[in-house]
């Protein structure tokens, strides 16, 4: 008997219904005020919006863009879009003009809804002639085609649409760590198919709290929030800005909260900063007092309510997943793509296990291949790329298997390990081949080292360049070079200890620079782009292979 898939639409109306007057989304506003939005109000305003864009007479099916950071009229034009037969397009609020341009005139976007922006005034030349803008409630200074009240004067829609589940929903771009982003298709199908099966896994209630600050536009904020919202009904609190980030969640207090390992990270750092590393592991160490010392830091982190903490992006240092769990946090790790809304594999409550992700979540099927990747196959793989079938082809196996370009492997338990992506496999030039993501992993567990990116194509051996954290910068800067650069020989040794000899690190190379999406060394989820790290610093690889000390400054 096939599976019923609820779809969101349907699960928004029925919650509409439900408790109308329930808060579904508080939203910070400028000068402290707070906006609080219940069902039925975001299920009006998306009504008043979905009849203004049903005027415009535009084919169905047509693509409309979503240009902001999050916030609450994020979500409504998303859902004015679907109740109007259209298709989002939702794209990173931090891209440049002629990226923006790119990625709109490929979706063939005929409006574009533009919001919270910290650089429309860079970006506004990226809008290509005759594609409207819309502003959203919360916008940037400058003009606007139409305005957030003009779609509001339109009385709601009166129906209730409902589209099927093979219908288009969005355009998801990828963040292009390689060139031009692709279009991954979703139809309603995959959604709910992901939405469905992901609430059930983590039991989420309308109970529940969340905070939404990830980019709404990528697909892994899109299902935790926006989605689980919608089929769970809990209660999304909007962080106002970097500034306020801190105050936000205290006042969220979420009850699941998913973040990325550097996110994680910098949490740490920020204990650190009111509590010395060596006071707080004393204080850990200490049976009675212990529970009581961790939750005492993670309420002034604001995560003392969590249920369930989520990691995702790239793998967590092991080191700091103890370091939570001693605090009183289990932070489980999360495995999926653009390609299958972020929908594939958990570590699951109670079956931890150090250094590997989990297993594969309920409907997803897993097999890995003969070269080592992973492939899965479930009802949230995407329906291909947009406007382009061979790219499609060439990630989509003939039976239906989604080639995910990760290489990894499975105990005997169906627990999967990642151990590297395929693409980024180099050779060196004794002929070996090295995955750099494990080596990563560990660099990237010392405090002092904020980003790693470890190259040696065709070079005798690998060289790991580095970016230090903000506190690593400042030690170096304030005469505690050397004792920095002692500690850091200490991490090359144990690294290199563990690492086949082939894959030893000839030296650690502490860069200048500190790689940011501006710059263009990552993409807008953080990711670093290899091509471009390697085409800044190559011209030095051959000097630095001749170096006799292992730990430098590249000044």
């Given amino acids: 008997m096939p599976e019923i898939i609820r779809l969101p639409l349907d699960l928004f109306y029925e919650r509409e219904a439900r408790h109308p007057d329930k808060i579904y989304m508080v939203q910070p506003l ?52 679907w109740m109007a037969g259209h298709v989002s397009v939702p794209l990173y609020p931090n891209l440049t003009a002629d990226s923006m341009r790119q990625v709109l005139e490929h979706s063939e976007s005929v409006l574009a809804f533009i919001g919270k922006l910290d650089d429309w005034a860079g970006m506004a030349p990226g809008i290509p002639a005759g594609v409207p803008t819309i502003s959203l409630l919360q916008h940037p200074e400058g003009r606007f085609d139409y305005a957030w009240k003009d779609l509001q ?26 060139g031009m982003p692709k279009g991954v298709m979703h139809n309603f199908g995959n959604f709910g198919f992901a939405a469905g099966h992901a609430i ?5 209630t309308d109970h529940d709290r969340v905070l939404s600050y990830l980019p709404l536009c990528h697909v892994a904020e899109r299902m935790f929030v926006e989605l689980a919202s919608i089929y769970a009904g809990q209660t999304v609190y909007f962080a106002e800005s970097l500034d306020t980030f801190v105050n936000d969640l205290r006042r969220a207090r979420p009850t699941v909260f998913f973040s990325v390992p550097r996110l994680w990270t910098k949490f740490q750092v920020g204990v650190f900063s009111k509590m010395s590393e060596s006071k707080l592991e004393l204080l850990l160490k200490l049976p009675v007092i212990r529970r009581i010392v961790g939750k005492k830091v993670l309420a002034g982190l ?50 931890f296990k150090l250094g590997w992700i989990g297993q594969n979540n309920p409907g997803v099927e897993v097999r890995i291949a003969e070269d080592g990747e992973v492939q899965v196959r479930s009802g949230a793989v995407m329906q291909g790329y947009f406007k382009d079938p061979e790219k499609t082809a060439e990630t989509m196996t003939a039976d239906g298997y989604l080639r995910t370009g990760d290489k990894g492997e499975q105990d005997s338990q169906g627990n999967l ?3 590297g992506r395929l693409k980024e496999i180099f050779k060196t030039s004794k002929g070996k081949y090295v995955a750099p993501a494990p080596i990563e992993n560990r660099l990237g567990e010392h405090s002092r080292i904020e980003q790693v990116c470890v190259v040696g194509d065709g070079m005798s051996q690998p060289i790991a ?31 290199n200890e563990r690492l086949d000899h082939h894959e030893r690190l000839q030296g650690l190379v502490l860069v200048k620079e500190v790689w940011t999406v501006e710059n263009g060394f990552l993409t807008p989820t953080l990711k670093i782009k290899r091509n471009v790290v390697e085409d800044t610093y190559k011209a030095h690889f051959d000097h630095w292979q001749k170096r006799t000390d292992v730990v430098f400054w590249h000044d």
């Avoid at 049903?54 to 863009?65: K, T, V």
Wanted: aromatic share 6%; charged share 20%; hydrophobic share 40%.
């Fill in 153 to 178: 004067a339109c009385t709601p829609i009166a129906d209730s649409p409902q589209p099927k589940p093979e219908q288009l929903a969005t355009i998801i771009y990828t963040s292009g760590t390689t």
């Fill in 200 to 204: 059930e896994l983590f039991g989420v």
């Fill in 417 to 419: 390990r990642l151990t």
């Fill in 302 to 351: 604001g995560l003392d309510q969590v249920r369930y903490a989520l990691s995702g992006a790239s793998p967590v240092p092991e080191a700091l997943l103890k370091w939570y769990r001693r605090l009183g946090l289990d932070i489980q790790e999360v495995y999926g793509m653009t390609e299958n809304c972020g929908y594939s594999h958990v570590c699951r409550p109670g079956l």
């Fill in 465 to 495: 360049l580095c970016v230090l954290s903000d506190e690593g910068r400042a030690e170096a800067s304030n005469g505690e070079r050397s004792a920095l650069q002692n500690s850091l020989h200490t991490l090359l040794n144990e690294t």
């Fill in 30 to 81: 400028a000068g402290g005020q707070l906006l609080q939005l219940s069902w039925a109000q975001v299920g009006e305003q998306a009504r008043r919006a979905a009849h203004w864009l049903r005027q415009r007479e535009l084919p169905q099916g047509s693509r409309i863009a979503i240009v902001s950071k999050n916030c609450a009229h994020w979500i409504i034009a998303d859902l004015a879009i």
